[in-house]
Structure formats: C-alpha cells, structure tokens
C-alpha cells in the first residue's frame, strides 16, 4: 500500500505544471528575472486570472500583487469590455509564443526592461518591465505599454 502511495505522489509531483516557488532566491540581475518569469509566463496559461497571477507571484511585488487582487474583487459588468481585455504581461489579445528580452536600463534603484514578442499570430510588439528590488530580488512592479496606458494604471481604472 505504501508503495502505491509512493508511487501515486512521484506521478503526480512530475506531472504537475511547475509553479514558481516562493521561497527560491530569485535571479541576480533584473534582465535575469524578466527572463525567467516570460519562460514561465509564455509556457503556461496567459490569460489574466486569480490563479495565472497565484501562479506568477513570486515574480511579482508586493504592491502589484495587491492591485491585481483588488482588481478581482471589484464587480464587472458582462455588457462592458474590461479595463484589461488578454494578455497585460504581454499587452496582447494573441499569445506569442516566443519573447526576447533586450536592454537593461538601471537608475535610482529601479530597473526598466525591455521585452519583444513574437508568433504565429503575435505582432512584434515590446513592452517595457519596471522592476524594484524587494529583499535582495528584483520584481515585476509595472508593465509599460508601447500603445498607452501601464498595466498599473489599468489595475487602478
């Protein structure tokens, strides 16, 4: 019986999507911690949930994370097209399936990253990531659009 328990454990540990671990020390370098949260992000479920978000927080700051939750909270209306329509880590209604992360700008302690997406049905579109660092790791604080608004200012419509 323990054996079966084992094995019923294992199957499921190596079958279970990879979440990111809260408690692992994030990557050294802002560049580096873009780069691993759009290798997550871009291989798992995009759309812009309570459980994608879950899923992304150990990427995320504090602050961001506790907008995105205030957003979840406030009533929509069926009738109306939300503030944020797809995809806000890639500001696209058509996943991409690839990404590259390009330059790295560093001043007063707050990072700027900048990220171009492409796929088959993806424009080459960039955004511009801020990070902050929290307790030694660098984290998403706001995704800056090309096209307009930052996802920031669109958690708070």
Not at 18 to 47: I, K, N
Not at 70 to 86: A, C, N, Q, T, W
């Amino acid at each position: 019986m323990f054996r079966l328990i084992s094995l019923v454990v294992v199957s499921l540990l190596l079958t279970a999507p990879a979440v990111a671990d809260e408690d692992r020390s994030l990557t050294a370098t802002p560049g580096d911690s873009v780069q691993s949260f759009y290798a997550f992000h871009v291989t798992y479920d995009m759309g812009f949930s309570e459980e994608a978000v879950s899923q992304r927080k150990a990427w995320l700051s504090p602050h961001l994370l506790s907008l995105c939750r205030k957003y979840f909270l406030r009533p929509s209306s069926p009738d109306e097209v939300p503030p944020i329509d797809g995809d806000p880590f890639t500001d696209s209604q058509e996943y991409p399936t690839a990404f590259q992360v390009g330059k790295v700008r560093l001043s007063g302690g707050i990072a700027t990253v900048a990220v171009s997406f492409s796929g088959p049905e993806a424009q080459k579109e960039s955004v511009h990531v801020v990070l902050f660092p929290v307790k030694g790791a660098w984290l998403i604080h706001d995704v800056r659009y090309v096209s307009g608004p930052s996802f920031r200012t669109l958690l708070a419509r």
